[in-house]
Each structure stands twice: as C-alpha cells, then as structure tokens.
C-alpha cells in the first residue's frame, strides 16, 4: 500500500485548508485510515480516523474543526482543516492499517503499518 499526502501550505490563523491522501495498493474492504501530525520536538499524535464502515474518530482539540472523509471511488482519503489555530503546525501524515488487527480504532501511530510521506502545515498568527 502507498500514500501519498497533499495540500499543506501556510495559512493564518482561522483559515482553512484540505489535505488530501491518495492510496494505491491492496489494503482491502475492512480498514483503519487515519491523520497524524507531528511538530518538532513532540511525539507523533493521532487527529482524526476513519473506518472502512464510514465512523470516525477526532482528538478533542480538533473537534469541531477538522472533518475526516474518504471518497471511494478515487481512492481518496481527506481532512478538512477549518479555524485553523498556529499549535495546529505541524507535519501531516496520512497512515493506513487492515481492520482485523485491532478491535477499535488504534489511536498510537505505531499500530499503523502504511504511511504517507508527510505534508507541511504552517499556521501563522
């Protein structure tokens, strides 16, 4: 499986941007997609995932803001990113894994065996 990230760039505070995470390969019907971010000096944190049923998961502090989707038909996985706030800079990565390794969602970016290389988000205030 390959992912390939896009769409970061630099915003200011309270704009918006999409992330997008095109997928290739065989991952197959039952899955865990995610969004991860990382800023320097801090751990990779988990921000929103979705399963192959269409249910998803946020972190607390992008609730409300930030809306995970996928679109099927291209393969497509998405993070909307609304009001953005500058302690949302980061490194974004998409991140996949096959559902039957785990029960629920794996929110540790260890539980994930397929990664994207990573998108720029800078937000400035």
């Known amino acids: 499986v390959q992912l390939v990230e896009s769409g970061g760039g630099s915003v200011q505070a309270g704009g918006s941007l999409r992330l997008s995470c095109a997928a290739s390969?065989?991952?197959?019907?039952?899955?865990?997609m995610g969004w991860f971010r990382q800023a320097p000096g801090k751990e990779r944190e988990g921000v929103a995932f979705?399963?192959?049923?269409?249910?998803?998961r946020y972190v607390d502090s992008v609730k409300g803001r930030f809306t995970i989707s996928r679109d099927n038909a291209k393969r497509t996985l998405y993070l909307q990113m609304n009001s953005l706030k500058p302690e949302d800079a980061a490194m974004y990565y998409c991140?996949?894994?096959?559902?039957?390794?785990?029960?629920?969602?794996?929110?540790?970016?260890?539980?994930?065996?397929?990664w994207g290389q990573g998108t720029q988000v800078t937000v400035s205030s």
């Open positions: 991140a996949a894994e096959v559902r039957r390794r785990y029960a629920d969602i794996p929110w540790a970016w260890f539980q994930y065996s397929y």
């Open positions: 390969g065989y991952l197959g019907s039952r899955y865990y």
């Open positions: 979705i399963v192959s049923d269409g249910s998803t």
